[in-house]
């Protein structure tokens, strides 16, 4: 059996998910452990706020493992489990994600994941099946289809824009210079290029900071949904023709669910400050994606 950890944002639910239905449609036997959710682990979680929110999905199904069958795989917890693992490491069966691509999780048949599993090239071609399973509920407020209805009536372009916790000392380290200002001018720059009548769509969690930066005619800033209601924010991407990412899951996946044949997708060279990137590769693994750098260039 292999056993996918589900954890961190809904972003990441969604790539850890994406993995799992790509292991079964390889016909593994394969479960996702749902206990890094659970109220017993919450303190010792680093972003103990997160929420199982792929359960919003009604159609995304899965088996959840038992308690027993993480055990078995990844060992007894607390000293003496340690020391057992120590001593015959052959009872751990662990995999953590350590490279963007990861080919050799294709032949594993009995370990436990630790990985968010972003790269495109693992469940690119089954993207249609999990179009399909990541159908959103109705939303309570009424502006989302009056939006989802501005977004389908022209060459709509969502532009996401992350903020927020990216700010921070420690995130800003990992994640920042790297979606700039420069950035996006470039993206819009060469969306305008292929589409003079693109209209940009702009989604942040700083919506003061878009207003004031997007202000002029050829852009709408969405501030709709809240709280736990940005998850409508996906869905109002995926209406887009085309879409223009942040360095985050959350765009990642509104491009994704983009079903638009003709889409142009947009994306920072790099997603992190610890990647380098390597033209070659990273082509091969987004294929079809158009890579932007920090001053605003195709690369």
Known sequence: MIIIQL??????QMQQYAM???????????????????????????????????????KAEYEACTEEERKALVGEGGFAGK??????????????????YHPEIFDFEDRYLYGYFACEKYYADIMEILQEQFVFPPSGNPENQKM??????????????????????????????????????????EMKKIYPSAHFFVFSD???YAKETYSGEEFTVVDINRGKDSFFDIWLMSGCRH????????????????RNKGKVVMRPFIHKNSQKFEPELMHELWKGWVFIDNRGNIC
């Open 83 to 100: 020391i057992k693992g120590k001593l015959f490491p052959g009872t751990r069966k662990i995999f953590r994600e350590t490279e963007m």
């Open 20 to 58: 799992y239905q790509k292991l079964l449609s390889l016909g593994k036997k394969v479960k996702l452990d749902i206990s890094w959710f659970e109220e017993k682990n919450r303190q010792k979680n680093v972003y103990a706020r997160r929420e199982l929110e792929l359960n919003y999905f009604k």
């Open 243 to 258: 879409n223009i990412c942040a360095n985050s899951t959350f765009s990642f996946w509104g491009a994704r669910l983009n």
């Open 7 to 12: 954890a961190g944002g809904l972003g990441n």
């Open 148 to 189: 989802a209805e501005r977004i389908a009536d022209g060459e709509s372009v969502s532009l996401h824009i992350r903020r927020g916790d990216y700010l921070d000392a420690e995130n800003m380290a990992m994640f920042g210079n790297i979606c700039t200002e420069e950035y996006y001018a470039g993206a819009i720059r």
């Open 206 to 208: 700083d919506i003061p």
